[in-house]
């Protein structure tokens, strides 16, 4: 089992920035990649971003530029930083991580609210 801790979320005022940890723990060994979700209601949960176990980083178009993920190996984190944050960008956003074992186990966290407004 993996378990999958996120924090940092909260209110913050357009144009600002935010970064959200997600702090990963229990059978890491197998882990492939970290990434973050993040999903409004009446919508579709997006994909962001994510970071693989050679640290090697993609991110979504709609947030390349403004959004960026990394790792901080040691401490088991990965970040996602939001810059220029924009109300469009108020979601509850989720931490996952896939696992490869006989087949492939997705785990989440619980999320975190980011409110954009002033």
Not at 45 to 55: H, K, P, S, V
Request: hydrophobic share 35%; net charge positive; charged share 20%.
């Amino acid at each position: 089992q993996v378990q999958l801790v996120e924090s940092g979320g909260g209110l913050v005022q357009p144009g600002g920035s935010l970064r959200l940890s997600c702090a990963a723990s229990g059978r890491l060994l197998n882990i492939i990649d970290i990434g973050w979700h993040r999903q409004t209601p009446g919508k579709e949960r997006e994909w962001l971003a994510l970071i693989n176990r050679d640290g090697n980083s993609n991110v979504a178009d709609s947030v390349k530029g403004r959004f960026i993920i990394s790792r901080d190996g040691a401490r088991n984190t990965v970040y996602l930083q939001l810059n220029d944050v924009k109300p469009e960008d108020t979601a509850v956003y989720y931490c996952y991580a896939r696992e490869s074992m006989l087949r492939i186990n997705t785990y989440w966290g619980q999320g975190t609210q980011v409110t954009v407004s002033s």
